[in-house]
């Protein structure tokens, strides 16, 4: 923290940036996390190609069945305390 409440990032050699593209795609992450909607993730996902294209037709990225049936649990809000 530097004075004026700035906050500076420190580079320990791990720093990056990210490509527009990059940017672009985690707030679409972001947007299918809060709409819930695994679907947009899913093709998000297989346009980035982390998942395999066919895996998304099915309504659920997972190929494995306790993997779809994870899926398949609502998302709730969480109860913890912050």
Same mark, same amino acid.
């Given at each position: 923290?530097? &004075?004026?409440?700035?906050? $500076? &990032?420190?580079?320990m =050699?791990m720093? =990056?940036?990210?490509? &527009?593209?990059?940017i672009d795609?985690?707030?679409?992450?972001?947007?299918?996390?809060?709409? %819930?909607?695994?679907?947009?993730?899913? /093709?998000?996902?297989a /346009?980035? =190609?982390?998942?395999?294209?066919? @895996?998304? !037709?099915?309504?659920? $990225?997972?190929? @494995? &069945? %306790?993997?779809? !049936?994870?899926? !398949?649990?609502?998302?709730? /809000?969480s109860? @913890?305390p /912050?």
């Amino acid at each position: 923290m530097l &004075p004026g409440e700035v906050i $500076a &990032p420190i580079d320990m =050699g791990m720093m =990056g940036s990210l490509e &527009p593209e990059m940017i672009d795609a985690l707030l679409e992450l972001l947007v299918g996390i809060l709409l %819930r909607d695994a679907e947009k993730i899913a /093709r998000l996902f297989a /346009r980035l =190609g982390l998942i395999d294209e066919a @895996s998304t !037709a099915c309504g659920c $990225a997972a190929t @494995s &069945p %306790r993997a779809r !049936a994870l899926c !398949a649990l609502p998302i709730a /809000r969480s109860t @913890s305390p /912050r």
